[in-house]
């Protein structure tokens, strides 16, 4: 009888189906269910887009930004003693295919002292003609602010330091280098007085709070290195395919130079963003599930109490596939409609997520989006539209396989048995 079910639905199988979805007074209470089955579905459907749209804008704008301050490929030395002639390596891995920059660069850390207050810093010294490679902090920069760390030696720190110390451009930080400068006294401390030259904003806690730029050559006499690099970052034109221009480079090096690319760099945090998305999808699907399962109880309780109807279709000519396509196509409406609805509040949901995350900020006065949590200062989204399309076949598939089995028991309902104690 399966078999023989036609693809297209009559014009009375329509409008069977369509008059069971409706309320009716007897059949009040199984209505009400499937409207909570309804509801299940379109917050399931709108939650799931929603959070995987938040989670791929998320890993998209932390990546980004990244990759946008630091090399696809870095280049260190195995001891820190730096790289010697750091320029004729640069330019012979500038001619390597999809490399569009080699920036050589002194990274080390630092005590940052300002209006009796301390924080700790990473110092990274760079030339001022590299910072365009770094498209977020040069972004966040005027020109005189450039020709302030270009001219005098003077320093770049984040908004957030800024903020903290009390700090703005023109003001004198003093750095505290890590590792101290030996003296005819013993070790002391090695500190300078440097002059801000600007303060940038690159939309990154991390970064903004603890990040700190001078001129290279300040950072080499600052952290003893004279003229070697502690390191070369490589920026590529396919960051995502990363792994063949890391091996070449690997092959191309002196022995005590090592290669790492930005994937392995985050190899941690990017499997704990991956591990945290499948696990949410999965925890997120259970919503549209317990709302399948409304639908096979309610669609359960109305063919019960459809018997009496379904035996009079029966007795008239209607065929059990017939029977079958009118509670098939009343379980599936649900799961439809429920799938249309949610899939549109999703949508609205990630276009104006900036604003609802402000309006929901401004009523309850907690910040939603804690910056030093996240790394990020605002909340992003991302649609996929091959996930979004994921998410409405599962829903669908889902309401459709709850209907089966109750449009199966309405199917192989006996008139004879249906209508004989009526």
């Known amino acids: 009888m399966i ?8 014009p009375v199988e329509r409008m069977l189906a369509a008059r069971y979805v409706r309320s009716r007074r007897a059949e009040g209470f199984i209505s009400v269910i499937a409207w909570f089955s309804l509801a299940g579905i379109t917050l399931g459907v709108a939650t799931l887009i929603i959070v995987m749209s938040v989670m791929n804008g998320f890993r998209a704008e932390l990546i980004g930004r990244i990759l946008g301050l630091n090399g696809h490929v870095a280049v260190y030395a195995a001891k820190s ?9 640069a330019l012979s891995l500038a001619e390597l295919p999809t490399v569009i920059a080699v920036t050589p660069q002194i990274e080390g850390q630092a005590m940052v002292t300002a209006n009796a ?46 903020f903290k110390m009390g700090l703005k451009a023109g003001d004198v930080i003093t750095l505290t280098a890590a590792k101290g400068e030996a003296t005819a006294f013993g070790t002391l401390p090695k500190r300078r007085r440097f002059e801000i030259a600007g303060i940038f904003d690159v939309g990154m806690h991390e970064y903004d709070s603890s990040f700190v730029f001078m001129p290279l050559g300040v950072a080499g006499k600052f952290f003893g290195l004279g003229e070697r690099a502690s390191g070369l970052e490589i920026y590529t034109s396919a960051p995502q395919q990363i792994a063949g221009l890391r091996a070449v480079i690997a092959e191309d090096l002196a022995p005590g130079l090592r290669a790492f690319d930005w994937l392995e760099r985050n190899r941690s945090f990017i499997n704990a963003l991956r591990v945290e998305r499948n696990v949410m999808f999965l925890i997120l699907t259970l919503i549209i599930l317990v709302a399948a399962f409304n639908i ?19 007795t008239m000519g209607a065929s059990g596939g017939a029977v079958m396509r009118v509670f098939l196509m009343t379980g599936s409406s649900i799961g439809l409609v429920g799938t249309a609805a949610g899939t549109v509040l999703g949508l609205l949901f990630c276009w104006k997520i900036g604003s609802i995350q402000g309006f929901i900020e401004g009523i309850s006065g907690a910040e939603l989006f804690a910056a030093e949590i996240y790394f990020l200062s605002t909340l992003p989204a991302k649609v996929d539209p091959g996930e979004v399309g994921l998410v409405i076949a599962m829903a669908l598939g889902l309401s459709f ?3 089966l089995y109750p449009a199966w028991r309405a199917a192989r309902i006996a008139p004879a048995e249906a209508l004989r104690y009526e």
């Open 81 to 89: 003693g730096g790289i010697e002639d750091f320029d004729r390596l």
């Open 296 to 314: 096979i109880s309610s669609m359960i309780m109305l063919v019960r109490s459809k018997n009496a109807d379904i035996a009079v279709l029966r």
């Open 3 to 10: 078999g023989k079910m036609r693809l297209f639905f009559s």
């Open 117 to 162: 207050v301390n924080l700790g810093a990473v110092v990274r010294g760079v030339r001022w003609s590299d910072l365009a490679v770094r498209k977020p902090l040069w972004n966040s920069l005027d020109e005189a602010e450039i020709a302030e760390f270009r001219d005098k030696g003077s320093v770049l720190i984040g908004q957030t330091m800024a």
């Open 401 to 403: 396989l709850a209907s």
